[in-house]
């Protein structure tokens, strides 16, 4: 090779070279100072730095709010609704990492006797991989219990979107999506679509800790949440997104009957035909009144039926009013929740109009027969969260965390 | 001498090709500026767009069929675009791209908090469900799609068939 082609590489390579480091330097010096100024603000792990918060009235009528940063949880607690908080206090357990974005969160609940009870979905090593993890304190949040894992089968498969009851009495409900059959499955070589709805129950409080896992169903959605509620008869009512024939992507519905001998039966509640084999990310709600009727709301996006809609029934699903649609489909209309409060069915989604985000409400105060006009009551310039509401003796508030701006608590 | 510095000039020459393959392959932010230079600079032939998230199983099972597609034919004009809109996934999105041997492909992410602004500057009437696929004809028409698509469609979209 003569000297003037290694002068002519040697030129190529700082060509080639130079603007990459320039560029490259240049974006990297720009991600560190983002990098740094993100993780400064977020030093002292502020609820703005969580992607979600979770917000519960504890029996005593005080509200709680949950959220994670660095594989910790923290929560704060409110005595006037959620106009002040108390300082922020660390879930005094061991870091680990905790699933908190989307449709995913911890769960918190409380019994009549200081006890608060704490769930999450915790990632395992491997992708898709994750435990149901529980924890609770009898001395109102002083301390925890060190967490156990729920599901029981000791597998590295997907055990996530935990959803929790508790009562009174402190007797705990655990309903999550768990891979543990289709894991099995996939291991002889076999087909598999979709998880399976599993359910486990314990008194802690009464020095029972079984959490003995149930099969519920089979063939469920594998990315949205699960939403659950409790009848006039104590019975669940859990209603989640299920897959039927050719991945249509339903709503069903389910209550565990109080005779242990029955067949579960899930009833199909929403016929909206949703063909799509992949993630909706798109759970429904559902709460139950003191006539026993079911009040639901979901999102579709079928050929038969797309938005969100609202509908209610007296016999557990086997009928149901004439689906209502909700919220400007236009505009975006999703992630639904619905809460009812005496003869109030409230109902919030969010939308999107290209700039800002919305939080919107309807209610109807016949008990769902009609409903008021739809308002727009809060907004957001950044990323949301789904919004829940929350109820406290006869009054009904909207939870909506919006990161980097703050958490939003307000009566409906 | 001149042996010894040929050797190095073409180490170097190979060192600075394979890092600017690298440095230009490494994620970029999804902006109104950045989809109008994408769709700019594949108008006038077939492409592909797939919206996944590190969140979505099935996104991962359209990844591999990319990364198949790719090993038999390397020059598919497909866009991956990472739609989780947050920065504590970064580094478990450039695992995925990197585990589907992907690091190479346009690759691009929605910038933290931005997800719902990022959707709505593509598809106002896609709501987040995934994986997404945008079939784009050559006169840049985008013709969307939910769900996991079969691997004979994305064949026939992206790879010229013999007459």
């Not at chain 1, 009040?295 to 009013?321: E, P």
């Not at chain 2, 994408?38 to 591999?64: H, R, T, Y």
């Not at chain 2, 390397?74 to 580094?91: L, Y």
């Amino acid at each position: 090779m003569s000297f003037f082609k290694v002068k002519v590489l040697l030129l190529i390579c700082i060509v080639l070279c130079l603007p990459s480091v320039v560029v490259m330097a240049k974006h990297n010096h720009q991600t560190m100072i983002k990098e740094q100024a993100a993780e400064n603000s977020c030093q002292n792990h502020n609820i703005s730095c969580a992607k979600t918060v979770t917000s519960s009235f504890a029996r005593n009528g005080d509200l709680w709010r949950v959220w994670t940063v660095d594989e910790q949880l923290f929560f704060q607690i409110s005595k006037d609704n959620g106009k002040t908080f108390l300082s922020k206090q660390r879930v005094n357990i061991p870091d680990e990492k905790i699933s908190a974005r989307n449709e995913n969160r911890p769960k918190i609940a409380f019994d009549k006797a200081n006890g608060v009870y704490l769930s999450w979905a915790m990632p395992r090593e491997k992708k898709y991989t994750a435990d149901i993890r529980f924890s609770y304190s009898t001395d109102y949040g002083k301390s925890f219990s060190i967490p156990s894992t729920i599901n029981n089968d000791n597998l590295l498969t997907g055990h996530s979107f935990n959803e929790m009851l508790v009562t009174e009495e402190g007797e705990v409900h655990l309903v999550w999506l768990d891979s543990r059959l289709s894991f099995k499955l996939r291991k002889q070589g076999k087909e598999a679509n979709g998880s399976a709805l599993f359910y486990a129950s314990a008194n802690p409080r009464k020095g029972n800790f079984s959490f003995t896992n149930q099969q519920l169903a089979n063939n469920t959605c594998v990315c949205c949440r699960i939403a659950m509620d409790v009848n006039q008869q104590g019975e669940l009512a859990i209603f989640w997104r299920h897959i039927y024939g050719d991945n249509i992507r339903e709503f069903a519905l389910l209550t565990l009957n109080n005779n242990a001998g029955d067949e579960l039966k899930p009833i199909q509640i929403s016929k909206d035909h949703w063909q799509i084999n992949g993630c909706p990310h798109q759970g429904g709600g559902i709460s139950v009144d003191k006539s026993n009727r079911y009040h639901m709301v979901w999102f579709n996006q079928g050929d038969k039926g797309k938005g969100i809609f609202y509908a209610s029934s007296m016999d557990h699903g086997k009928t149901l009013t004439s689906p209502l649609s909700i919220g400007d489909i236009n505009a975006q209309a999703a992630h639904p929740h619905i809460q009812q409060n005496n003869s109030n069915i409230d109902i919030v989604w969010t939308q999107f109009n290209g700039v800002e985000h919305q939080l919107w409400h309807q209610q109807s105060t016949n008990n769902g027969k009609s409903f008021g006009t739809a308002k727009q009551i809060a907004k957001a310039q950044s990323g949301t969260d789904r919004p829940f509401i929350i109820k406290r003796d006869g009054k009904s508030y909207v939870s909506w965390h919006r990161p980097k701006q703050g958490h939003w608590i307000d009566a409906l | 001498m001149s042996k010894l510095m040929a050797n190095l000039a073409l180490y170097l020459f190979i060192f600075s090709i394979s890092y600017t393959a690298s440095a230009n392959a490494a994620s970029s932010v999804f902006t109104k500026s950045s989809f109008e230079e994408i769709k700019q600079k594949n108008l006038g032939k077939k492409w592909l767009m797939i919206l996944w998230s590190v969140d979505c199983p099935p996104c991962f099972k359209e990844l591999a069929l990319i990364e198949k597609l790719r090993e038999e034919t390397p020059n598919i004009a497909v866009v991956i675009v990472n739609v989780d809109d947050n920065n504590e996934t970064a580094r478990e999105r450039q695992q995925i791209i990197n585990s589907f041997n992907l690091s190479t492909l346009a690759n691009y992410y929605f910038a933290d908090g931005l997800g719902d602004q990022s959707r709505y500057l593509i598809d106002k009437s896609w709501y987040g469900e995934l994986p997404r696929s945008y079939f784009i004809a050559e006169n840049g028409d985008f013709h969307g799609k939910s769900g996991l698509v079969k691997e004979e469609v994305i064949k026939k979209w992206l790879v010229p068939q013999e007459k």
